[in-house]
């Protein structure tokens, strides 16, 4: 099976991916080959988590590196016409703040500044508020990674690429199948389905978007053939519609067939009891989501956004995506 550039498609650029092997980085990567004819270099510590038909078109090269030597690859980087940096580090202090930071930062700065048209920067939606500004807590108290990314995103100014930095916050990504790796929401999907005999009749107040990685895909496709003219907006939160958890478990039920006949309400109060009782010990960044529970943003960006095709845009969508039978839940 063969794919070809779409009519009229933009100039083919280089294009250099870190992260590749990730969830994000299989639906991104996967975009691109099939729908452009960019040349496409892809850096990953292993190759062998590549689970893509590299075969299928001239242009895809794989990097075997590690960002810890992204100094390695300065002459290829500064030829680069588009970086798109999705690989993070999740957990320890010392490597969350190694990769998120310092050698992401260097990786930036190794690129011509002159030639490179963009960097589609990917950051996490938990380090802003919900006036999209970043939050101060997410520098003070947040984890390794929640932190890393509130760093690097304070210094993106102080780079000569700065002004081509598009900067994407995904809030909850799911995605995953047998050719891709899944996210670590997608991962325990089955797992939750299983308590929703019992979760359906629990009431919580907190509210989140969700998005999909195929839909991340296809909006960061669109960037890097149109990136943001001056004056627009170069930071985008990724997400559907915001949802209620009382929305969100109402859509589940439907789904699965399950009747909500009554709801306990699951307050801060009660849950400040129960951790006191047993004696729940909660990390500072934890107890904070607990009290701020609303992460929504005005304006997510999604493909219907965009004017594009939009490949989840319901939580039963999700679940069928997901492959999760109504009938056997």
């Given at each position: 099976m063969t794919f070809s550039a779409p009519p009229e498609s933009p100039a083919p650029q280089r294009i250099f991916i870190t992260g590749a092997s990730g969830c994000i980085g299989h639906y991104i990567t996967e975009q691109l080959i099939q729908q452009t004819s960019h040349e496409l270099f892809l850096l990953v510590r292993d190759p062998?988590?590549?689970?893509?038909?590299?075969?299928?078109?001239?242009?895809?090269?794989?990097?075997?590196?590690?960002?810890?030597?992204?100094?390695?690859?300065?002459?290829?980087?500064?030829?680069?016409?588009?970086?798109?940096?999705?690989?993070?580090?999740?957990?320890?202090?010392?490597?969350a703040y190694d990769i998120n930071v310092t050698k992401t930062l260097q990786l930036m700065s190794l690129l011509d500044a002159q030639r490179c048209q963009q960097v589609i920067y990917f950051s996490t939606a938990s380090i802003l508020g919900r006036d999209h500004r970043p939050l101060p807590q997410a520098g003070q108290m947040g984890t390794g990674y929640v932190r890393s990314k509130y760093i690097c995103h304070q210094r993106l100014p102080q780079l000569a690429i700065a002004p081509k930095v598009t900067t994407l916050f995904p809030t909850l990504v799911f995605g995953g199948d047998e050719q891709k790796p899944y996210s670590q929401v997608s991962a325990g999907l089955p797992e939750v389905m299983q308590w929703m005999g019992l979760i359906r009749f629990l009431s919580a107040d907190g509210s989140f978007h969700i998005t999909h990685a195929q839909d991340i895909a296809q909006v960061v496709a669109h960037l890097v053939d149109h990136p943001p003219e001056p004056g627009e907006s170069r930071e985008w939160v990724l997400g559907n519609d915001p949802l209620t958890a009382d929305q969100a478990i109402a859509q589940i039920c439907r789904y699965l067939n399950q009747r909500i006949y009554f709801r306990i309400p699951l307050s801060i109060h009660l849950a400040n009891i129960i951790i006191r009782i047993f004696r729940i010990q909660m990390e500072a960044w934890d107890r904070f989501c607990l009290d701020y529970r609303h992460f929504v943003y005005q304006h997510p960006m999604n493909p219907t956004v965009l004017g594009l095709p939009h490949y989840c845009t319901s939580i039963a969508d999700l679940l069928k995506i997901s492959g999760i039978d109504p009938k056997r839940t």
């Amino acid at each position: 099976m063969t794919f070809s550039a779409p009519p009229e498609s933009p100039a083919p650029q280089r294009i250099f991916i870190t992260g590749a092997s990730g969830c994000i980085g299989h639906y991104i990567t996967e975009q691109l080959i099939q729908q452009t004819s960019h040349e496409l270099f892809l850096l990953v510590r292993d190759p062998a988590k590549l689970k893509l038909n590299l075969e299928v078109r001239s242009g895809i090269h794989v990097i075997t590196g590690d960002l810890y030597q992204i100094e390695d690859h300065q002459e290829l980087l500064s030829t680069i016409d588009t970086a798109i940096l999705i690989a993070t580090a999740w957990g320890g202090e010392r490597r969350a703040y190694d990769i998120n930071v310092t050698k992401t930062l260097q990786l930036m700065s190794l690129l011509d500044a002159q030639r490179c048209q963009q960097v589609i920067y990917f950051s996490t939606a938990s380090i802003l508020g919900r006036d999209h500004r970043p939050l101060p807590q997410a520098g003070q108290m947040g984890t390794g990674y929640v932190r890393s990314k509130y760093i690097c995103h304070q210094r993106l100014p102080q780079l000569a690429i700065a002004p081509k930095v598009t900067t994407l916050f995904p809030t909850l990504v799911f995605g995953g199948d047998e050719q891709k790796p899944y996210s670590q929401v997608s991962a325990g999907l089955p797992e939750v389905m299983q308590w929703m005999g019992l979760i359906r009749f629990l009431s919580a107040d907190g509210s989140f978007h969700i998005t999909h990685a195929q839909d991340i895909a296809q909006v960061v496709a669109h960037l890097v053939d149109h990136p943001p003219e001056p004056g627009e907006s170069r930071e985008w939160v990724l997400g559907n519609d915001p949802l209620t958890a009382d929305q969100a478990i109402a859509q589940i039920c439907r789904y699965l067939n399950q009747r909500i006949y009554f709801r306990i309400p699951l307050s801060i109060h009660l849950a400040n009891i129960i951790i006191r009782i047993f004696r729940i010990q909660m990390e500072a960044w934890d107890r904070f989501c607990l009290d701020y529970r609303h992460f929504v943003y005005q304006h997510p960006m999604n493909p219907t956004v965009l004017g594009l095709p939009h490949y989840c845009t319901s939580i039963a969508d999700l679940l069928k995506i997901s492959g999760i039978d109504p009938k056997r839940t």
